[in-house]
């Protein structure tokens, strides 16, 4: 199984900062990676896909790079509804497999 | 808008299986495109792909719980359904069912990220 390293696994940052998450493959996953960000008592939301492509309907402020098997994802200024746990997948193996998940709280 | 709602017993009994089922509303299940996937996230944890299934039929597990998961379709009802036998208190979790756009191939396995979500559904497993 590929394994996915996030980090760091919580931060806290005030509103308009940058906040930068990264996820590391245990092995070669190319650009298939995604990114989603979960609010508390709620279901994951898609953010990005094939590691730097955002999906409908997402604010520009949300990025992500990387290929192979390093990744970033970035909030370019931090907002209060921003609030969540952020996890990244890879889908370039089966079985599929996450992250651990970043908290991301506002300081 | 494409909607998926899980449904199903939020307590199991030890030993026994776990059944749930995930009702698709505004598109069809049988879209060539999509597989359709479970993942469960215990409390307070991180999120674990159990598997997936396409309209055909065709069935995808992890292997971390392939004895023990099957997954079916019922195209007529545009519903997938989960059975998960032998449970413990390890399978205590939120339950999700989710579309998943087919975007490659790991031999000949689909992959694919998850665009939509159920809302999830707790699912216990106490006496």
């Known amino acids: 199984d590929i394994q996915m390293t996030q980090s760091p696994s919580s931060l806290s940052a005030s509103v308009g900062d940058r906040v930068t998450i990264t996820c590391q ?22 953010l990005i896909y094939d590691a730097s492509n955002l999906e409908r309907g997402v604010p520009s402020r949300f990025r992500g790079s990387g290929s192979g098997t390093d990744f970033t994802f970035t909030i370019s200024s931090l907002q209060p509804e921003d609030i969540a746990t952020y996890f990244c997948q890879q889908y370039d193996n089966v079985p599929l497999t996450f992250g651990g998940g970043t908290k991301v709280e506002i300081k | 808008q494409l909607q998926l709602q899980e449904s199903g017993p939020g307590l199991v009994k030890p030993s026994e299986t776990l059944s749930l089922i995930c009702t698709v509303s505004g598109g069809s299940i049988s879209s060539s495109t999509y597989y359709w996937g479970w993942i469960r996230q215990p409390p307070g944890k991180g999120l674990e792909w159990i598997g997936s299934i396409y309209y055909s039929g065709s069935t995808y597990y992890n292997p971390s719980l392939n004895s023990r998961v099957t997954i079916s379709v019922d195209t007529s009802k545009n519903l997938f359904s989960l059975k998960l036998s032998s449970v413990t208190a390890a399978d205590t979790a939120v339950y999700y069912c989710a579309r998943g756009p087919l975007r490659g191939y790991s031999g000949y396995d689909p992959t694919y990220y998850f665009d939509y979500w159920g809302q999830g559904t707790l699912v216990t497993v106490s006496s």
């Not at chain 1, 493959?25 to 898609?46: C, H, N, T, V």
């Open chain 1, 25 to 46: 493959a245990s092995q070669d996953i190319r650009s298939y990676l995604s990114w989603y960000q979960q609010k508390p008592g709620k279901a994951p939301e898609l």
